[in-house]
């Protein structure tokens, strides 16, 4: 995920690494996990902005044309320093060989597998998912 600009990442050193820490101990060790985060369910997800474990994208639309475009226009989303895109700069370099690349929409050789109408479906497929449930019901 791209870093967003909050109060936490306004130091350059703080890194939500996702499962391995800071805030979960009970994988602390497992540096293969870091940068790896729980996916929610998709029920309300049109409900659930922003998007991410940092919040970084406000509407689905960015949701899925940056997955669709991650890997293929790495530029779009990540800030470019001294000519050099530096993408996944929310995670220490350590970490960075985690991320999976070749995102499953990226095909070698090819155009992106999603045009901006391909994009604009999937939205409006994910807002089919909404059945108004935004609260749990009050305790009796």
């Known amino acids: ?38 996916t929610p369910t998709l029920r309300n997800v049109a409900l659930t902005a922003p998007y991410f474990h940092n919040a970084r994208f406000a509407t689905l639309e960015d949701v899925v044309a940056f997955y669709a475009t991650r890997d293929l226009d790495p530029a779009r989303w990540y800030p470019t320093v001294n000519g050099q895109v530096q993408a996944y700069n929310d995670l220490p370099a350590l970490y960075r060989g985690n991320v999976h690349q070749g995102a499953p929409f990226r095909r070698a050789g090819q155009p992106p597998a999603l ?26």
């Open 1 to 38: 995920m791209p870093r967003n600009q909050s109060k936490a990442t306004a130091d350059p050193a703080f890194f939500d690494l996702g499962l391995c820490g800071p805030q979960r101990s009970d994988l602390a060790g497992r540096d293969d996990l870091c940068g790896m985060f729980r």
């Open 115 to 140: 045009t901006v109408q391909d994009v604009s479906d999937v939205v409006a497929f994910l807002r089919t998912l909404s059945d108004g449930f935004t609260t749990a019901p009050a305790a009796q």
